[in-house]
């Protein structure tokens, strides 16, 4: 089972050594080469268990459904934390890297602080 996407509804194919993954950490996860980037994805449905093609180039909002049973498949990804690459334009992720990096303070800088400040005349 897939441990980024708790809810992940389809399995997709790698082009590059054509096996099934849940989704592409758990490709990079398990394999040392780059997933291969193709415009035609083979996904396959976990409700009803077949495959099917999609043209990710040309993707459109009823391409979100198992054209074999209808089932909805794509969903926004919940996953057990934060996304890994955390650039993103999400205020609530931002504000906690920040709050990170403040917790992370370098302590011979505070000392060279007092250091200087001692000096008096
Ligand atoms: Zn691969
Ligand atoms: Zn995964
Ligand atoms: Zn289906």
């Known amino acids: 089972m897939c441990k980024h996407i708790l809810n992940a509804q389809v399995a997709i194919r790698a082009p590059c050594c054509k096996q099934w993954f849940d989704c592409a950490e758990c490709h990079a996860e398990t394999q040392d080469?780059?997933?291969a980037k193709t415009a035609e994805m083979t996904?396959?449905?976990?409700k009803c268990r077949k495959a099917f093609r999609k043209?990710?180039?040309?993707?459109?909002?009823?391409?979100?459904?198992?054209?074999?049973?209808d089932n909805h498949y794509v969903l926004e990804a919940k996953t057990p934390q934060a996304v890994l690459g955390?650039?993103?334009?999400?205020?609530?992720?931002?504000?906690?890297?920040l709050k990170d990096e403040r917790v992370k303070r370098d302590p011979s800088r505070s000392l060279f602080?007092?250091?200087?400040s001692d000096r008096v005349g």
Not at 86 to 97: K, T
Not at 113 to 116: A, F, P, S, V, Y
Request: hydrophobic letters at 25%; proline letters at 5%.
């Open 86 to 97: 955390v650039e993103g334009d999400d205020p609530r992720i931002n504000a906690r890297m």
């Open 33 to 35: 080469h780059r997933l």
């Open 113 to 116: 602080g007092q250091d200087l």
């Open 55 to 69: 043209d990710m180039s040309n993707y459109e909002e009823s391409d979100e459904y198992c054209p074999h049973c």
């Open 43 to 46: 996904l396959m449905c976990k």
